[in-house]
C-alpha cells in the first residue's frame, strides 16, 4: 500500500492528491470516525490549527467539513507545538495541524496529535492511508485552487491565549527579560504574532523581523532554514541574541551577540550543562540523531554525560528519549524536546530555557557554548543500482573497519541509504578535513565498484 504519511504527517502540493480539498475532507471523515470507534461512538473532540499559507483557510474547512461528526474547535493561525498543547490540555481526542513546516508556500501538510500530545500512532495512520486511497479514485478532479478563506472567532483568540498563558506562566515563572533585546525572525509563519506578545509579555525589548505574512511569504529567504543572510541583524541592533524560528515555530536556532550562529547541537550542549547543573538531566542523558555533530559527543563525554542517539526525525527522537527516560533530546535542526513539559518539539519552549539559562548563569551565549568544537565533516553520496546492506559488501567492511580504527574516539562514520533516492551517503567526522575526505572517497569507491549505478 502507498505510503502517505512520513515522519511528520502527510506532506505535499497544496491543491494537489493528497492535499486538495476534497482528499482532506475525506482524512477529516475517516479520524472522525476511527476516533469514534475508540470513543464507545463519543463525537470526539478535535482542535485545529494552522500556519499563515494562503491554502491554510480552505484546506482547515475541508477538513471540518469532513468531520461533521466531530467537535471541531479552531485555534485560527497557531504554532503546531501550541496544537499539541491544546490537544493535551482541553482535552481534546486529537490535535490536527494544516502546515507544511519549513517549505514554501506552495506546499502543506497534515499533522494529526494524539490527546498525549504525541504524533499519532502508526496503526491509525495506516487505517487513515487506506481510506485516502480508497477513496481516491471516486474524489472529483481537482479544480481551481479554493479562495483562501478566514476562520477566527473569539473561541480561537481564547485557545492562543491559553497556550500563551502556558509558556508565559508555567514554562517561564519569575523570568524577567528587562534590558534584553531580542531580534525574532517570525518567518512569517505562525509565530508572527505570538512570538513577540509573550517576549515582550516577559520584559525584553523585542525586534520582529520577518512577520508581516501575506500567504506566500512564509520561509521565503526567512526563518530558521535563512540564517546566514540575516546574522547581520544582531550586529546592526546590538541585540544579544537573534532567535529564528521555522514556519510552524516547532524549531528554533538562535545567532549570539557576536553574529554567530548556534544551531541545535550547540543548543543541547548548552541546556545539557544547565540542566545538569540543577540536578535534573535524568541520568546524564542527552538524546540527539545519527546526524549530530561528534564534537557535540565528546563535549558531553568530557562532563560525564552521554549522548544517545536516533534516528532522523523528531518522532524517533521521542521514541528514544521515552525509551531512555531521559529529560533532554533534539535534532541539529533547533527541534529540541523536553518530554516531562511536553512531548512536542517548541521553538519558543527551547527559546525560554536559553533565555533562563543565560539569566540564572550570568553568561552570554557565546561563554554557554565554551567548550563545544564542531568537527569537520564530509558527506559524500554515491548513485547505487541496489540497497544491499553495507555488512554484506566485503571490500566496504574492510575500508569501514581500518577507517573507524584510525578515526577511535575522536570521530565518526555513518553510512546510511537515502530515504527518497537510490543514494548510499557516507558521512565522516574528525579532526582533520583532508584525513576525513580520503576516507570518505575510499569508502565511496568500494561502493561505486560493488553497487554504483552508472
Known sequence: MAKLFGTDGIRGQAGQFPLDAATVKTLG???????????????????IGRDTRESGGWLEQAFIAGA???????????????????ARTLPADAGVVISASHNPYIDNGVKIFSPSGKKLEDATERLIEADLLKAGDQLPANGATP?????????????????????????????????????????NGAASTLAPALFTQLGAQVIAINNQPDGRNINFNCGSMHIEGLQ???????????????????????VDAQGRFVDGDATL?????????????????????????????????SRGLQLLRADVGDKYVLEELLRAGATLG???????????????????????????????????????????????????????????????????????????????????LLLRYSGTESLARVMIEGENQGEIEAYASRIAEAIRSSIGSP
Open 330 to 412: 533534539g535534532e541539529q535542526s533547533g527541534h529540541l524536546i523536553f518530554p516531562e513539559l511536553s512531548l512536542a518539539g517548541d521553538g519558543m519552549v527551547t527559546t525560554l530555557y536559553l533565555l533562563r539559562a543565560m539569566s540564572e548563569r550570568g553568561n552570554k551565549v557565546d561563554e554557554l557554548t565554551a567548550g563545544f568544537n564542531r568537527y569537520p565533516q564530509v558527506l559524500v553520496n554515491v548513485r547505487v543500482r541496489e540497497r544491499r546492506p553495507f555488512s554484506e559488501i566485503k571490500s566496504v567492511q574492510k575500508a569501514t573497519r581500518e577507517i573507524e580504527d584510525k578515526l577511535g574516539a575522536q570521530g565518526r
Open 269 to 301: 550542549w548548552i541546556l545539557a550543562n544547565y540542566l545538569n547543573a540543577r540536578g535534573v538531566l535524568k541520568d546524564g542523558l542527552v538524546v540527539a540523531t545519527v546526524m549530530s555533530n561528534v564534537g557535540l559527543e565528546i563535549a558531553l563525554r
Open 232 to 254: 547581520r541583524r544582531v550586529l546592526e541592533e546590538r541585540a544579544e541574541l537573534r532567535v529564528s524560528f521555522g514556519g510552524d515555530a516547532d524549531r528554533a536556532r538562535f
Open 147 to 187: 479562495a483562501p478563506m478566514e476562520i477566527e472567532d473569539d473561541e480561537a483568540k481564547q485557545l492562543r491565549a491559553r497556550y500563551l498563558n502556558f509558556l508565559a506562566h508555567e514554562v517561564a515563572p519569575d523570568l524577567s527579560l528587562k534590558e534584553l533585546t531580542l531580534v525574532i525572525d517570525c518567518a
Open 68 to 86: 461533521a461528526g466531530a467537535e471541531c474547535k479552531s485555534a485560527g493561525v497557531i504554532t503546531t507545538p501550541g496544537v499539541a498543547f491544546l
Open 29 to 47: 471523515s475517516s479520524l472522525t470516525r476511527h476516533l469514534r470507534e475508540r470513543l464507545d461512538n463519543r463525537a470526539p473532540v478535535i482542535v
